[in-house]
């Protein structure tokens, strides 16, 4: 990352550089830049010709939305993610992982965090709490959106709860996930159906730095 001059998301408690994913290197203007939200609004800014994600009226309002999603429903969720993100890493990155998400999380063993039983049962409550708040956003003006600008236009919003379903997809049993998008009256399996066409993207060609 820091080769495509990518600069850390945040600082270490210790003073060292924190570096996340996703990260983008554009070919085209040279750029590398890391956190979403940052990519999204440089996207927006150097391409206007195409869809925008964060439309320039909503601007402030997606920054409240970024804060306001975490707190609802990231803290359960990676209680259930983190630890099986685990079981899908090569031996070695998993050794990493597990021992700095278990300091993060201030436990002895990754798998303690919730295991099948009371603590994972809590942990799913506060997961569908979290949706069901969310669901209260979009349907803040009486109608039953899908998205969170209107029927059928995608925005950064949506993407980010999208982004995290899939995560959750990916990492997590399947009776699990299908327990999910059940939710609410099926609003969850609906909202991740309309992203399958974004899923899959042209190869391309490798960036030479």
Same mark, same amino acid.
């Given at each position: 990352m820091r080769k495509a001059g990518i600069l850390p998301a945040a600082t270490k408690a210790d003073g060292s550089p924190y570096y996340t994913l996703p990260a983008i290197y554009d070919p085209n203007t040279k750029a590398g830049l890391a956190e979403s939200a940052a990519i999204a609004r440089y996207l927006d800014r150097t391409y206007p010709d195409t869809p925008r994600l964060i439309p320039a009226e909503t601007d402030a309002l997606h920054a409240a939305f970024n804060q306001a999603?975490?707190?609802?429903?990231?803290?359960?969720?990676?209680?259930?993610?983190?630890?099986?993100?685990?079981?899908?890493?090569?031996?070695?990155?998993?050794?990493?992982?597990?021992?700095?998400?278990?300091?993060?999380?201030?436990?002895?063993?990754?798998?303690?965090?919730?295991?099948? @039983?009371?603590?994972?049962?809590?942990?799913?409550?506060?997961?569908k709490k979290g949706l069901a708040m969310i669901a209260e956003w979009l349907q803040a003006d009486g109608?039953?959106?899908?998205?969170?600008? @209107?029927?059928?236009?995608?925005?950064?919003?949506?993407?980010?709860?999208?982004?995290?379903?899939?995560?959750?997809?990916?990492?997590?049993?399947?009776?699990?996930?299908e327990d999910l998008i059940s939710w609410h009256e099926g609003r969850w399996g609906k909202f991740m159906a309309a992203f399958e066409k974004y899923e899959a993207v042209d190869e391309g060609e490798d960036a030479v730095l």
């Open positions: 999603f975490r707190n609802a429903f990231l803290p359960d969720l990676a209680k259930l993610t983190i630890p099986a993100v685990a079981n899908h890493l090569p031996p070695r990155s998993e050794v990493y992982f597990r021992k700095t998400r278990e300091v993060g999380f201030g436990v002895a063993n990754l798998d303690d965090i919730a295991p099948p @039983g009371p603590k994972r049962d809590e942990a799913w409550a506060g997961v109608s039953d959106k899908l998205f969170f600008t @209107g029927k059928d236009k995608i925005v950064y919003a949506d993407m980010t709860v999208a982004g995290f379903l899939i995560w959750a997809r990916v990492v997590l049993d399947k009776k699990e996930w």
